[in-house]
């Protein structure tokens, strides 16, 4: 009998479990059991981003996921765009329970400087005007304010989405929520850590045609941050769960094949 693999996924910033709605049918048609979870102020969340005020309250609903699992039990956790960083964070609390992380087209810290260096760097490589209709806003806590955004429907068609059946882009539309991606809050977090994050398997995606972050600065993540296995996917752009459903499936059942 073939065996059962589990794949958590984890929804980029703005986005939710919904996103996820392609991949999930296809693996649970291979056999596996597939988590999608909405991160706390994300997709059905009843939470507002506005009421979270760390980037660990953010993940809130994943770590409580990874403590409940069986002692002996390995998930597959796969990260997509800010997802990559939230996979970090469970690894350094959660090591033995995760066969493999895989940042797909994800932001990928190192263990050698802060967590929010990569975010940082990712936002200075984005000229203001390229953000177009994404709305920011400042929010928390006085003596840490935090900063948040909505990806707007021009930016989401142009940068995120170009490569996606126009329904899904539609979706997409009336699914945004406000997100932020915690700089603040990262700047002063500690670094993850060697025996943590760099003790598990990491496997990087790279979408080659990713207009969000470009195939350049992923290489530049994958390579800092330790990636032990490396995939592309060939006209993805920056949401292959939409673009390249098929493809993402095929990347996912390989990694499980060679990792547990």
Partial sequence: MKQQHHFVL??????????????KHRLESAGHRVTPLNLAGAGTS?????????????????????????????VILVGHSLGGMSLALIADKFPEKMSAAVFLTALMPDTTHQPSLVLE???SSIPEQEWLDTQFKTFGKTE????????GPEFL????????????????KIMMRPGSLFIEDLATAD??????YGSIVRVYVVCKQDLVIPEEFQRRMMKNGGAQHVMEIDGAGHMPMFSEPQ??????????????
């Fill in 10 to 23: 984890v929804h980029g910033v703005c986005h939710g479990a919904w996103c996820w709605f392609h991949v």
């Fill in 46 to 74: 009843t939470k507002s981003i506005y009421d979270v005020h760390s980037f660990r309250e953010y993940n809130e609903p994943l770590l409580e996921f990874m403590a409940s699992l069986e002692p002996s039990e390995k």
């Fill in 121 to 123: 760097q990712f936002c």
């Fill in 144 to 151: 840490k304010l935090l900063t948040s955004f909505l990806l």
């Fill in 157 to 172: 068609a142009a940068r995120v989405y170009p490569l996606s059946p126009k329904e899904d882009l539609e979706l997409a």
């Fill in 191 to 196: 670094k993850f850590t060697g025996e943590g």
């Fill in 247 to 260: 493809k993402l499936c095929d990347c996912l059942l390989e990694v499980a094949a060679k990792y547990t």
